[in-house]
């Protein structure tokens, strides 16, 4: 049986930060400055998340919900707020199998438009096989309503043929890189601040 993956209630969700992290390093030459990059390929999302101050019953679920995750242990689906599209009816999906990189040939998008633009977000996959991405370059599509995406962090497996995309509700997949401590301030009102990075 696959495992069940929890998603962070949002309506809890007062700020957050979120910064895309790659694995390279700058060395430079302390005789003349000149710096060598070295890039080992990885990419990944990391976020500091504040929940919004709950109290009474709602703020004990919520801190059952984060303890239950046994710190880096656990995993769980974030929907980010901010980059949700609400009543997109898009259908889009990945047009062949064996794709690589930071570009995704696609189809099922309006022939000749703009269907999405450079900033905007997308996921792949469900459970813990997701995977949020986001666009570097407009979709700009023919007229079959295929569009070639440019995006980042770039794939770390191919997607298989028909995988959907979700537009309307992009997620990703997190981990906590850290057990989240329970404040509990004056009328039993509880204050909690995530830092996760995304899952591999």
């Given at each position: 049986?696959p495992?069940?993956?929890?998603?962070l209630?949002?309506?809890?969700v007062?700020?957050?930060?979120?910064?895309?992290?790659t694995?390279?390093a700058?060395?430079a030459?302390?005789?003349?400055?000149?710096?060598e990059?070295q890039?080992?390929?990885?990419?990944?999302?990391?976020?500091?998340?504040?929940?919004?101050r709950?109290?009474?019953?709602?703020?004990?679920?919520l801190?059952?919900?984060?303890?239950?995750?046994?710190?880096?242990?656990g995993?769980?689906l974030?929907?980010?707020?901010?980059?949700?599209?609400?009543?997109?009816?898009?259908?889009p999906?990945?047009a062949?199998?064996?794709?690589?990189?930071?570009?995704?040939?696609?189809?099922?998008?309006p022939?000749?438009?703009?269907?999405?633009?450079?900033?905007?977000?997308f996921?792949?996959?469900?459970?813990?096989?997701?995977?949020?991405?986001?666009?570097t370059?407009?979709?700009?599509?023919?007229?079959?309503g295929?569009?070639?995406?440019?995006f980042?962090?770039?794939?770390?497996?191919?997607?298989?043929?028909?995988?959907?995309?979700?537009?309307?509700?992009?997620?990703?997949?997190?981990?906590?890189?850290?057990p989240?401590?329970?404040?509990?301030?004056?009328?039993e009102s509880?204050?909690?601040?995530?830092?996760a990075?995304e899952?591999?």
């Open positions: 049986m495992d069940v993956i929890p998603e209630p949002l309506t809890l007062q700020t957050l930060e979120r910064r895309l992290v694995a390279t700058v060395a030459s302390p005789f003349t400055g000149t710096e990059v890039d080992w390929g990885g990419e990944w999302w990391d976020y500091a998340i504040e929940m919004a709950t109290t009474g019953r709602d703020g004990r679920r801190s059952a919900f984060l303890t239950a995750l046994g710190g880096p242990r995993r769980f974030f929907r980010d707020p901010t980059i949700r599209q609400a009543g997109s009816t898009l259908a999906q990945v062949g199998g064996f794709q690589s990189g930071n570009q995704l040939i696609t189809a099922g998008w022939p000749f438009s703009t269907p999405l633009f450079a900033g905007d977000f996921s792949l996959g469900s459970g813990a096989q997701t995977r949020l991405h986001q666009l370059a407009d979709v700009i599509t023919d007229e079959a295929q569009a070639t995406l440019a980042v962090p770039r794939l770390r497996s191919a997607p298989e043929d028909g995988t959907s995309l979700e537009i309307a509700a992009p997620a990703v997949l997190l981990r906590l890189t850290a989240v401590p329970t404040r509990i301030g004056r009328a509880f204050l909690f601040t995530l830092a990075r899952a591999s």
